[in-house]
């Protein structure tokens, strides 16, 4: 199967978000992908200081997902979308997912909210797993497939064989661009990609945005923990990879003995 991730430049309005997302759709789908996924919070964009957020209703991001449907029909390509939300009274952050029908399947909330988001977002509540076109897939966002590689194995456990990782790691203002993937200078973002990967045998594929000094790239990552293709540091376009599905097991998530987790703490 093939699949993409859609490395965009940080939108400047959700209009602009959305015509980002036409286009590479289009591409996505021209080359053979069957889904396609975003970076976090891409309508209206990150809550980043140096950008200037545009605040929307409700409605206006009911609107923007429905637009996104219709987008997703017209190119038979399943989307993942990152988006702020609003549900029973709660703004949340979270990954909506369309299928390639255009049927709106439900959303993957943020529950690991970084810290600096405390004041932004409430956190999520429920891990869901989701299927479209025989894919069985996960959603972990930033923060959470970063720092809490649980998130991760749940859905390699549910028979997950890929996460997909939606982040926000880079600025537009300051900062450097690596030279190489993986270079032992750079973050670790790119490091944790690969062990999200290797230590649940499935496939990993992180999406981030195409900022002027990113901190990690656009990456698609082998359940064995190799990395496969990533998008040019501050390039925007569409990576589009085929995956072997075969590959992705999930044996070492299955082989994690959970019971071992339930006995009570020994004290000496």
Not at 16 to 22: E, Y
Not at 44 to 53: A, H, L, R, T, V
Not at 90 to 118: C, F, H, R
Request: hydrophobic residues 35%; charged residues 20%.
């Amino acid at each position: 199967m093939k699949i993409a991730l859609a490395s965009p430049t940080f939108p400047t309005s959700v209009n602009d978000g959305l015509h980002q997302l036409k286009q590479m759709a289009q591409e996505a789908s021209a080359q053979g992908a069957k889904i396609i996924c975003f970076p976090e919070s891409f309508l209206p964009g990150y809550p980043y200081e140096e950008f200037e957020i545009e605040k929307r209703t409700p409605q206006q991001l009911e609107q923007a997902l429905k637009e996104a449907q219709t987008v997703a029909s017209e190119n038979n390509l399943a989307i993942i979308l990152p988006m702020d939300w609003y549900d029973n009274g709660k703004y949340l952050n979270v990954a909506q997912v369309i299928s390639s029908t255009g049927e709106w399947m439900g959303y993957q909330g943020k529950v690991q909210l970084d810290p600096s988001e405390d004041n932004i977002w409430e956190a999520g509540t429920e891990r869901r797993l989701f299927e479209v076109n025989g894919l069985k897939f996960g959603i972990s966002i930033c923060h959470e497939g970063f720092r809490y590689p649980e998130t991760v194995r749940w859905a390699a456990r549910k028979g997950a064989q890929i996460v997909f990782h939606p982040h926000a790691a880079g600025s537009n203002k300051s900062g450097t661009v690596p030279k190489e993937w993986g270079d032992k200078n750079s973050p670790y973002y790119e490091k944790a990609m690969m062990m999200r990967s290797i230590e649940n045998s499935i496939y990993f594929a992180s999406v981030n945005y195409a900022f002027n000094y990113p901190e990690s790239a656009s990456t698609v990552i082998a359940p064995d923990g190799s990395y496969v293709a990533h998008q040019p540091y501050t390039v925007p376009g569409v990576l589009v990879v085929d995956i072997d599905l075969d590959l992705a097991t999930g044996f070492l998530a299955k082989r994690y003995k959970t019971a071992l987790h339930k006995q009570p703490i020994q004290s000496l």
